[in-house]
């Protein structure tokens, strides 16, 4: 099942198109071997990818197989990917955004929480004033951090091997990240939709 969630990965991550996972599904020597064993690729390849919501269908079935930290980390990987290739540096609040909406600390996954800070650095024209903070040096941490996450996850051979290089645990480094750390865990226990909720509107949103 690896095997397939990482296809799949690939195809959400807009690194490979619907039909060239369907030639790779009907292709590979893993439908041949593990069509017996794996109850997801049996859900797969019932799809009818000549539909226009295939690529919809494919999605709603992450949702059902993937668990909570394979889709923080697709999510966090496929805003990563939009950072470094955006063309247009007004983008990044809005990919940050999307990294950091769904994030609950107690999950101690790096990244989240550094991209956390830069999203409260974007969001506050004062506190950017009273650090000293540019929007040109801004812009380049993010793109800084979003590409040595990718660079950290591309060496993974698996999902779960990138869970396992994302799961460090980082203390804040000083009273000023653990005021926003208290200020994000407060915004957190106010939101009523479930993490799987909000993973899945930002699915059908992409």
Known sequence: ????????????????????????????????TEIKADS???????????????????????????????????????NCYKIVNSEDTKNYKKYVLNIIQDFEFDNDFEGFGEFYYIYYSFDGYDYNQYQNISSN?????????????????KNCNSIEEKIKTLKLKKEPENDEENINVLEF???????????VQKLFAFLKKI
């Open 1 to 32: 099942m690896e095997t397939l969630k990482l296809k799949i990965y690939d195809v959400l991550k807009e690194e490979i198109t619907i039909s060239e996972f369907e030639n790779w599904l009907y292709n590979s020597e893993y439908m041949k």
């Open 40 to 78: 997801l690729l049996f859900d797969v390849i019932n799809i009818n990818y000549r539909l226009e919501n295939s690529l919809k269908i494919l999605k709603n079935l992450s949702l059902k197989n993937f668990s909570e930290e394979e889709l923080l980390i697709f999510k966090l990987e496929y």
């Open 137 to 153: 040096n801004l812009n380049s941490k993010t793109k800084h951090l979003a590409n040595s996450l990718l660079k950290s996850l």
């Open 185 to 195: 865990k407060s915004l957190q226990s106010n939101k009523k939709l479930t993490l």
